[in-house]
């Protein structure tokens, strides 16, 4: 086991600094042993990191520089983590159970929101609207000031990633808080902005609890803007504090997103959609493909696929788990798999069928099983609310109307699929899929270009892709009376 620092600090002003409110045991979900400790910010601390990245922004030392000196410096960030790869993906293991290469990929993603997000700092370009004779009428792009970041434990890097990426390219000062499960791997970030040669205080990093620091933070009358990613309930309780100061939110909150399975789809290429869409991560994707809505003519080959995929995953601790393969790790929590596990209960309750998985393994970790249901109908809890685990269901159509009605059906709209040879069929569906993102025949199609984010409950506002570019600004129109 690799040796890890006892006791981490937060990152406020440009110094590593204890918590005002303590400490807390962060453990290793793999084995339930403390794996660190973690300072933890009061709402004192917060106030801090705000006026800090407050005055980093209106005294202009960031958002002032010439477009192309941020897109260095945003860019080096994204180079800082792949030269510390194999460190900090070791560390994001650790902490949030995910296998080993799995790790690497989310940090080899997380650089590739800076690369990306450092490109377009050059991109955010006004326009001018002609007013007639007399006139000379322009539009800028200036940043929202500060930007708040609150952060989820399934992609603990990635997340911070993807926001300050395009805040700090855009001009903003950041203050990120990070979950309570997994904030050590986040102390890389606060490194990669010092390796870039940030302003002191432009970028803040603090672990703290939701209810103190989070309500802290969303609730602070200095900050500018909020991105939060997580549950519906919490982004109400920000979304709410926000609105109390007048501060637009970006909030992604999750989603029960289906794939729509036709008879003439290419099922031998679903099986690596099934792979992926459900077992990445242990199903701790807010975009997972967690349920599928598949032909009745099909519906039993598609289920034997999707359990010999189930069964085919070694599950079992992430650091362990070195190479691409089939392999899964624990997930974050016992709670979170206790959750998940209660939720396959009742499924089963209702009347759902365990293909394959279905139990915790009988080790200490917080493991579950890859599983399948199948008998799902679009009437049950396990249809509509989010698992977040490694737990997909399964569900019959009959014709394409049906289908859709299903696919829409939950309270969510993150993103869709549908899986056909016809392009027709494959068209009409992405218009009719209420969801801000429908992939064509691959789950997770796409990149860092594409926005992301939802319909429904899983929340507002666009997340990657030029899109996410205009959560971090306002604009500003001049218009000039000529003499
Ligand atoms: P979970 O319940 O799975 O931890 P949440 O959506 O509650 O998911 O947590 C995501 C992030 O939101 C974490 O960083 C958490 O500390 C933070 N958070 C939780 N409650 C609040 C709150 N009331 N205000 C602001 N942030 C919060």
Redesign the pocket.
Known sequence: MPEVKPYWKNYIDGAWVDGGSGKLTVENPATGEKLAEQAIASAADVDRAVQAAKRVYLDEAWAGLRPVERSRKVQAMGRYLLENLHEIAELLTLEQGKPYWEAVIEIEGSARYFEYYGNQAETVEGRSIPLGDGYFDFTTHEPMGVSAQ????NYPVEMIARGIAAALATGNACVV?????TPLSAAYLALAGEYAGLPQGALNILC????E???A??GHVDVNQIV????V???V??AS?AAKNVVPCVLELGGKSAAIVHADANLDAFETDIRWGIYFNAGQVCSAMSRIIVHESIHDDVVERASKIAGSLSVGAGIDRREVGANMGSMVSLT?RDRAASMIRAAEGAGAIIAAGGRPLNVPGAFLDPTVLTGVTQDMTIANEEV?GPVLSVLKFKNDAEAIQMANATPYGLVGGVFTRDIDRATKAATKIRAGQVFVNEWFAGGVETPFGGYGKSGYGREKGREALWNYVQTKNVAIKLA
Do not use: N, R, V
Request: no cysteine; aromatic share 10%; net charge positive.
């Open positions: 609150i952060i989820p434990w808080k990070t979950a309570e499960l703290g609890h939701g209810h620091a989070g309500a933070l969303s939060f990613t997580g549950s309930k919490t982004g309780a920000i504090a979170q977040f």
